[in-house]
């Protein structure tokens, strides 16, 4: 496609970033994403709030806020009841309601495979908007949702997920990145992406070029759903990572101490995933301190930001 060259656009393709951005005054922008998928889980409620949860996580990745939505379906009515649909607008209604987003309408088709998703509009004033390009030498880096979606998914569909495993999968792709957003805002975060389809790998990449930096991730601190490591041994793996691998192996740095489990892990495709977040090392106890005070959940931050090395990944 064309670059756009309009001056009134603050982010357009050319970073990868999550949204799109664009000035409409002096003071305010407004921040446009698209996402729909085919169903990730079988239960019609929880498909809908989680293909809204994911819709309005690019939104937040950019540290903007959502404020409307369009809904978009592809359905298969000679095959599945409209009473599914119902569940899955639902689902999607009171997701969107409870991240303070309103639904003007929408558009569906007769589909052969059912889709869902969502376009969304969020507002922030242009000098707030976080994108993935800014991480800066010395920042620190936090991972807000735990990995492994794409694993547990895949096994899902392979009819070998229990569940108890399933549960906190749903829970967690189910969850808005609205707390992370708002407190990555409030510690003056330098760069932000939502960790989805390319891995964590993928999308940290993606802020190392984007940002001229090197990014190293310890691997042994990130955070990990239950189940993941039994569905790897169970061979429940995804084509996504290993495109995902393919597409960052050149830029990578792995140490020989990074097992094969945790590779299939770095690069595993996420659904609704996290937020990945630089932020200046004195801000990382605070954020921390506030997510785990609001969410109740303790993490720690998973790397570092370094100056460019020869690698813009190092994996340790
Ligand atoms: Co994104
Ligand atoms: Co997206
Ligand atoms: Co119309």
């Known amino acids: 496609m064309p670059r756009e060259t309009n001056p009134a656009v603050l982010v357009g393709l050319e970073t990868h970033d999550d949204a799109g951005a664009f000035r409409l005054s002096e003071n305010t922008a407004i921040v446009q994403t698209v996402d729909f998928f085919t169903p990730i889980v079988d239960d019609p409620y929880a498909y809908g709030q989680i293909a809204v949860a994911n819709a309005l996580s690019d939104i937040y990745a950019m540290g903007a806020t959502p404020v409307t939505a369009l809904n978009i379906v592809g359905f298969p009515s000679d095959r599945l009841p409209m009473a599914v649909l119902s569940r899955i607008l639902l689902g999607g209604f009171q997701k969107a309601h409870e991240a303070e ?22 507002m922030a004033s242009p000098g707030e908007i976080i994108t993935n390009a800014g991480a800066q030498e010395g920042d620190l880096l936090v991972l807000t949702k735990p990995l492994g979606t794409g694993i547990l998914t895949t096994a899902l569909k392979n009819g070998k997920l229990p569940d108890e495993w399933l549960e906190p999968a749903t829970r967690t792709m189910a969850e808005l990145n609205r707390t992370a957003s708002r407190l990555m805002k409030r510690h003056q975060a330098h760069a932000c992406t939502d960790v989805t389809g390319y891995g964590l790998l993928g ?8 940002s001229g930096v090197t990014l190293r991730i310890d691997h042994r601190k990130l955070p990990v759903l239950p ?15 290993r495109d995902n691998e393919r597409y960052v192996q050149s830029h990578l740095k792995m140490a020989e101490t990074v097992g094969k489990p945790w590779r299939e892990l770095l690069y595993d495709p996420q659904t609704s995933g996290g937020l990945l977040i630089a932020l200046p090392p004195e801000k990382v106890a605070h954020f921390l301190a506030d997510f785990e005070q609001e969410t109740g959940r303790k993490l720690e931050p998973i790397g570092e930001v370094l100056p460019p090395q020869e690698k813009a990944l190092e994996i340790i």
Do not use: F, N
Not at 203 to 210: I, K, Q
């Open 101 to 122: 987003v309103v639904i003007l309408g929408g558009h569906s088709v007769k589909d052969p495979e059912l889709k869902y998703g969502m376009a969304v509009t969020g």
């Open 203 to 210: 999308h940290a990449y993606e802020m190392a070029s984007g």
């Open 227 to 241: 189940g993941v490591w039994e569905m790897i041994e169970r061979k429940q793996l995804t084509g996504g990572a």
